[in-house]
């Protein structure tokens, strides 16, 4: 399997670990208010992350590319430093948390406008 979607579905695999810890932790403790912040790890980081693997796996091509690399890039980096912001936020320190999070969502956000082109590529007819 190529380098770039071998990192997408590992990453995930971290992603639903911890994710899954951090729902126990928040069921145990009755700490409901850090949901958000397990929604997003959990969809953002094992649900979006193994999609991007699995079609960068089929495509090895597009994942040698640069713009695969930034996308890869985007994405990972908005969804820790936006998880990391929902957990602050969500806390309770919304003047730390809520600027924090707003960065790591343009992050992601970019990161899913150039999944966009990716994916245009990836199904683009070959007659
Ligand atoms: C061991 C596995 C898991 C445990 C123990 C767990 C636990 C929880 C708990 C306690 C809540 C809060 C419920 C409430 O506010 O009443 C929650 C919410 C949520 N969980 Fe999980 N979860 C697990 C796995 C997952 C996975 C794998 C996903 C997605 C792929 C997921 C997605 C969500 C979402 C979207 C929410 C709603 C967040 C919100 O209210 O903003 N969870 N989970």
Redesign the pocket.
Known sequence: MNALAAFHLRAAAIY?AL??????A??ASQH?????A???L??LG??SSAIYGLVLKDRPDLAATRFAVAHAILAHLGLVVMTIGLTILFSGDVATGEPVAKAGSVLVLLGGLAFIKLVFAATRRSI
């Open positions: 639903v994710g899954m810890a951090a729902g126990i928040m069921a409901f208010e850090y949901g958000p397990h929604g997003h959990n969809l094992f649900a």
